[in-house]
């Protein structure tokens, strides 16, 4: 505890350590555990995943320190300007003897419960398919008429019909008037677009009758920009359903560019302002009348140049039928070059053969020679061989040739028995023998 001074007492004199753990000391004592809401500021992470901020109202700020096993648990990233609650614990931080908030929780505070509520919702809807990019539809280029839904006193309304009337005047524009704030708005809104639908979808019918009504080709919905208790309506689940229910595409033109709502994911397409979903659906009509008058200047040419083209075919055609003799004497021409090729070819030709057979004349001794040759050397090579095979020249070695009394000639020692008469060939003659013991094999 610090000592107060009294009238000729000295003050104790602190070491500044110990005078840091003391003051730590006593706002442990006093306030912890303690919770804080405010905004926060400055929100850094270090690489070691501590994380360093203040918070602050208009009143005050204090400095914070996250550490990184705390961190882990948050569901959200911290940002600045975002209002929370911190909870943990004062603390002195002596290395600096600043005033120090050890947090230890953090969640989202009063904007922060609409944004988990928003999260929750957003992730319900996509698994149901409700954005699917799949389903969404290209816008029309030219529309036949436009079904606006916003508040008659907002200024998006001002907005969506001065950037029409600028670009588009001649597109009729259907308004249907619905509150776009309050509880009561997602039913006011989910009413004017029912009533647009019945009209897009007679538009569709075929035959449908135009001239009473406009045919509805592209709904807007539209609304500036507010807080996101402001913007609440468009985040209903029942407004999300009607939005993917609509017959002819859906802009959502909701808020400012920073701003998203349900909506916007359940539309066809998300506009960042209400005037950049006028403008998405309607092409200046400058534009289309440069490029009509493109379209026709073009077809002019093409006109043109079949016209030209005709033309020249029938000159010469005209020119065909006024000289026909001229065209006689052209085929006459060509039938003279044709036959005159004709004659030179079969000279060329009948020389060519005769040239071919005067070859053939004075090579047919000297081939004639040597394939006889040939066929010479052939027949000794044959007879040489035919003689190497003869069995006499082998008999002539000391071998004999034994055969059995049918001439079949005996190759092995199974065929012979004792007491079996064979033959045995040599080479000077035949010599008969009787088989005296029992064969052997080798």
Request: positive net charge.
């Amino acid at each position: 505890m610090l000592e107060r001074p009294g009238h000729g007492v000295a003050p104790r004199v602190w070491e500044v350590g110990a005078l840091c753990r003391a003051i730590a000391d006593a706002l442990e004592a006093r306030f912890n555990p303690v919770a804080v809401r405010g905004e926060i500021t400055g929100f850094s992470r270090a690489s070691s995943g501590h994380c360093y901020f203040s918070i602050k109202d208009a009143n005050g700020q204090l400095r914070c320190a996250m550490f990184r096993r705390a961190a882990t648990l948050l569901d959200f990233s911290p940002r600045d300007g975002e209002l929370v609650e911190v909870r943990g614990r004062l603390g002195v931080y002596e290395a600096r003897g600043d005033l120090q908030f050890i947090v230890e929780s953090m969640q989202r505070a009063g904007q922060g419960a609409l944004f988990e509520q928003f999260l929750r919702l957003k992730a319900q809807l996509d698994a149901e398919g409700l954005f699917d990019a799949a389903r969404k539809r290209p816008l029309p280029l030219q529309p036949r008429g436009i079904g606006l839904v916003t508040s008659t006193g907002a200024a998006a309304l001002h907005d969506v019909v001065t950037a029409l009337r600028r670009r588009v005047p001649h597109i009729p524009v259907v308004l249907v008037p619905a509150q776009v704030q309050g509880l009561a708005a997602p039913a006011s809104i989910i009413a004017a677009l029912s009533k647009l639908y019945l009209l897009a979808q007679a538009g569709l019918a075929p035959g449908a009758d135009l001239t009473q009504k406009p045919a509805i080709d592209v709904i807007l919905l539209v609304r500036g920009g507010g807080s996101i208790e402001d913007l609440w309506a468009f985040n209903d689940e029942r407004l999300a359903r009607t939005i993917v229910q609509s017959p002819v595409p859906l802009i959502s033109g909701v808020g400012h560019e920073t701003d998203f709502t349900i909506a916007d994911f359940c539309a066809d397409l998300r506009a960042p302002t209400p005037t950049a979903a006028a403008e998405l659906v309607s092409q200046p009509r400058d534009v289309w009348m440069g490029a009509l008058g493109l379209v026709a200047g073009r077809l002019s040419d093409g006109a043109q140049r079949q016209l030209d083209a005709r033309h020249q075919r029938l000159d010469q055609a005209a020119a065909r039928l006024g000289r026909p003799s001229g065209l006689v004497a052209r085929q006459q021409m060509q039938l003279a070059r044709l036959a005159q090729r004709m004659r030179h070819g079969v000279l060329l030709k009948m020389h060519r053969l005769a040239q071919s057979q005067q070859a053939l004349e004075a090579n047919l001794p000297q081939k004639l020679q040597r394939h006889l040759v040939g066929q010479a050397d052939r027949l000794d090579r044959a007879a040489l061989r035919l003689e190497l095979l003869d069995p006499r020249l082998v008999l002539q070695r000391g071998y004999a040739l034994l055969t059995d009394p049918a001439g079949h000639a005996v190759t092995s020692v199974q065929q012979a028995q004792p007491g079996d008469a064979l033959r045995a060939t040599l080479a000077d003659g035949t010599v008969d023998v009787t088989v005296l013991g029992q064969p052997r094999l080798l």
